[in-house]
């Protein structure tokens, strides 16, 4: 099934498109691959190189595609990091006009924002995920301090995740999973909550960052959930695959992810129930 991915591109390393689309494709999935930024790395690095997509090309290339595929097969659209608040503008136009052809559309929003208490997005940008993206999405990926800025729940503890992501699920996405949040000194949990139930996974605190995670975590997620539709199965599966994604890096020790020599183990691990 095709999937539409709409998020950032770097040269060197794995974030954004560079780190969901290998994920979809090594699991199936044609991507239809739509790029925000083209930097030549992550800007934690402390430099990059490139420019911001304007939202207009943006826009200008999703209806391309969709002139071009009629959006026919397209089951599912992944979408990160925003360079400008129109393009927020247009994705949501291209989850409705894709949607009104395969009803059954799955979209997940990773409404990347900020992270440890800093906004790195432009102006703009956060009142386009708030207001556009996320009363669209079937799944939400907010980390802890976007779990905080779009809901105004302190998010400090696992069930301060569990209030805020069930406040974010009466806007309307099925399923709001929260990653990153703290729970104790060793370790970080991914709480998740459906319109069925809730569940929380935990796994073990890396003392070093790693960028990309989040854009992994959600590519494994969608493409887990899209084979068979069952969120539970999908989360183990997702925070398996990035448990051999953190560690394989760390082994490497790099903070770009270590994906492609791992690429096939991270798309196959999977947790006990």
């Known amino acids: 099934m095709p999937i539409l991915a709409v998020s950032s591109h770097v040269a060197v390393g ?3 498109n560079a780190a969901a689309a290998p994920a979809l ?4 999935h044609p991507v239809w691959r739509v790029d925000t930024v083209a930097f030549s790395n992550h800007p934690g690095h402390g430099h990059h190189a490139g420019t911001v997509r304007p939202d207009h090309e943006v826009r200008d290339l999703l209806q391309g595609v969709g002139r071009l595929t009629g959006w026919q097969g397209c089951h599912g659209v992944y979408s990160g990091y925003l360079g400008e608040a129109g393009s927020g503008w247009a994705v949501a136009d291209a989850v409705d006009a894709a949607r009104a052809v395969e009803s059954g559309l799955v979209y997940l929003c990773d409404p990347v924002i900020g992270d440890h208490g800093r906004v790195f997005v432009r102006d703009g940008v956060e009142k386009a ?3 556009r993206l996320v009363p669209r999405a079937t799944i939400v990926t907010p980390n802890a301090f976007e779990l905080e800025r779009l809901t105004g729940h302190r998010v400090e503890t696992v069930d301060d995740a569990r209030a805020a992501a069930v406040t974010l699920l009466e806007w309307g996405p099925d399923i709001v999973l929260g990653t990153g949040i ?3 000194d060793d370790r970080l949990a991914i709480v998740m909550v459906t319109v069925e139930g809730e569940a929380v996974v935990r796994t073990p605190r890396r003392r070093r960052a790693f960028f990309g995670t989040g854009d992994l975590f959600a590519g494994l997620y969608l493409a887990h959930y899209l084979d068979g ?3 539970y199965r999908a989360m183990r599966r997702s925070v398996a695959g990035l448990d051999v994604a953190t560690a394989a890096t760390e082994a ?4 770009d992810l270590d994906l492609i020599p791992n690429l096939d183990a991270i798309v ?3 947790r006990p129930e």
Request: hydrophobic share 25%; glycine share 18%; no cysteine.
């Open 14 to 16: 794995h974030v954004g």
């Open 25 to 28: 494709e090594r699991l199936g």
């Open 129 to 131: 995920i708030r207001e």
């Open 182 to 184: 703290p729970d104790g």
């Open 229 to 231: 539709r069952d969120p």
């Open 252 to 255: 490497a020790g790099t903070v």
């Open 268 to 270: 196959r691990a999977d």
